[in-house]
């Protein structure tokens, strides 16, 4: 889905001549979303250590004008990238590659959203709490993924434990912009209707993608509390956040699930 520049030059900040490597790629228009091409292409470029660790990435301008992109659509990609802590972010000075773990690996993968509304079809929903969370003291990954740091002062939070047949199948945390939150009653997103599709009807359009992170972590007293299962035990975290088809964030929801009661698996197929 990507084409290589017919040029291996760019401007810097200063306007001098740049040059790029040659794994770099821009993005072309097609299914695959500009921001994920370009998050691949990063990648790609980081580990043939166009960039090493511990030195700043090019600026957002300088990476929107090589890749011919906006800033909103690079900021995307950026935001991938520090969500799976490949680069970190230091205030007022940029972004810079971090050095990476030799025992942890990422690996992408890329499946289909319906899969994922069919497993919440299944279950409902049991509303624990709901309350707007300072920006001060919020997730900073969450504000990351709505787009939201400096814009708002708090993050709208609910708390909710998803049920399979009456018992507890995962403790979540959904997390929405101000101009969502404002017209989601805390009384119809509990029960059997999956929290995505009142967002949904909402906003009046579908989502058309989303980025996902899944982890192991061990279970905190809250979320051994929900779940019926011992502190610390070692249990699954997704992270999730929503789009439309014009980027805009929509929802973001972190779950942990019950360590009995769910599994993930892909199937993986060699490329033809």
Known sequence: MTHVSPSSLTLDDSGAVRSVSRFFRRPVAGPVPLYHQIEQNLRERIASLEFTPDEPL????????EYDVSRVTLRRALESLLASRLISKRRGIGN?????????????????LDDAFLNMEKLSYRVIS???VPIASADPAILRALQIEGVQDGVDRLEVVALTDGQPYAYSEFYFPDDIAGSLST???GGTYPILRVVESKIGEAVSWADQTVEPILASSQVARCLGIQPRRPILQMRRTYYTAAGRAVESVVVRYHPDRYSYSAQLLAKP
């Open 187 to 189: 009384q119809e997103l």
């Open 96 to 112: 810079f590659v971090s050095r990476v773990n030799a025992a942890r690996k990422n690996v992408t993968l890329t499946g289909r």
């Open 58 to 65: 090019p600026s957002e301008d300088v990476l929107a004008r």
């Open 130 to 132: 709901r309350k707007s």
